[in-house]
């Protein structure tokens, strides 16, 4: 082959790639721009956010009789908590055009089946984040801070509750930062959301053959030893939390389970259809589910 036809193919091979880069570079500029205006639009009605969440607060402050009144310990705190808030409500707004923009990138280059079988996870992704998020915000966040707030004691003018002779009534009250609320309460809202991505994610390995529900079932314990481990790691060090986030999860992946095991029966079915099958392998996996029952 000439130097010129060997220099002519290696273009023809060039090009294609030249032309996924480029179209990868227009969805991630599509896709920021649109993250900067819901960031921008966030921005501008920050406070409403802001007194939205901390609406858990709030509420189990009133409880108490007390007024839900947080401060700023540094001049530009106020400033950080309105970008928290912006980049947080941001993201969720311009999710569904992060995820087209990658659908529309990922879509051409996957047959049919393949477009039939992704589509359903990348609209039960986001679905579960917000049904994880709403759990955390509506749920696990009143219950954490009424556990926290109740650590609370009130000397003058309060219910004394150091009655030690001769020693003066002490109060320790709540005055949260700003701050401070906002990062617990977006671990809280970005941890259960996550964590509420456990199904989505083993469903999908189960679907490409990488996880079976009887390696799953197999591995129960270690499932608990992580499940455990991180509940420790994302949740602050209060007991009700991490056994809510333990049974939550623990949860999850028992229907994770369910799900890839009805995956890998319609596998089967599809296989045994087409004559992909024979007798032997499917005993196989029968004897194999039943006796992991």
Known sequence: MSDSARQDDIDDKGAPLIEHLAELRSRLIRSVLAFIVAMVACFTVATPIFNFLTAPLCSALADRGQDCDLIFISPQEG??????????????????????QLWRFVAPGLYRSEKNAFLPFLIASPFMFFL???????????????????????????????????????????????????????????????????????????????????????GRKWAIVG??????????PDVITQVILFIVVYGLYEVSIFLVGHVEKKRREELRREGLLDEEDDAYFADEMEGEK
């Open 227 to 236: 499940i455990l481990t991180l509940a420790a790691l994302v949740t602050p």
């Open 79 to 100: 400033f950080f908590v309105a970008i928290k808030v912006s980049l947080l409500g941001g993201f969720m707004l311009a999710f569904p055009v992060i995820a087209g």
């Open 132 to 218: 994880g998020a709403s759990f955390a915000f509506y749920v696990v966040t009143p219950l954490a801070y009424n556990f926290f707030l109740s650590f609370q004691q009130f000397g003058a003018g309060g219910e004394v509750i150091d009655d030690l002779p001769g020693a003066a009534p002490l109060s320790v009250v709540f005055q949260g930062s700003a701050q401070a609320y906002l990062n617990l309460t977006i671990k809280f809202i970005v941890a259960f959301g996550m964590c509420f991505q456990l199904p989505v994610l083993l469903t999908l390995m189960g679907k490409a053959g990488l996880v079976s529900a009887v390696g799953l079932k197999a």
